[in-house]
Nanobody, 115 residues
Framework: QVQLMESGGGLVQAGGSLRLSCVAS????????MGWYRQAPGKQRELVAR???????NYPDSLKGRFIISRDYENNTVYLQMNGLTPEDTGVYYC?????????WGQGTQVIVSS
């Protein structure tokens, strides 16, 4: 069993930054993909950023240049640096990971951006 634990969410003023972290309970392997997804109130869950084990990062076009994903492969940890936050970034951010075609999810960490 793999458990993902997110941290770093909170309340921040518009224009500020947050750094989210996600740590897996086991680090005897490297996830094929680790990433971040978010769900705003009344909206579907959407991809924020993801990174393969080879280090290739993917972002939605709307978030490129503002959010940065990074991974610590040895410790099975993924980070999300969020800059220039706006109220539209408010939502629950989930850590997700895949390994051998199996998906794992964290419980989510809430991000609230005030104006």
């Amino acid at each position: 069993q793999v458990q993902l634990m997110e941290s770093g969410g909170g309340l921040v003023q518009a224009g500020g930054s947050l750094r989210l972290s996600c740590v897996a309970s086991r680090n005897v392997f490297v996830f094929d993909i680790m990433g971040w997804y978010r769900q705003a109130p009344g909206k579907q869950r959407e991809l924020v950023a993801r990174m393969t084990k080879e280090g290739s990062a993917n972002y939605p076009d709307s978030l490129k240049g503002r959010f940065i994903i990074s991974r610590d492969y040895e410790n099975n940890t993924v980070y999300l640096q969020m800059n220039g936050l706006t109220p539209e970034d408010t939502g629950v951010y989930y850590c997700g990971a895949s390994l051998d075609f199996r998906d794992y999810w964290g419980q989510g960490t809430q991000v609230i951006v005030s104006s």
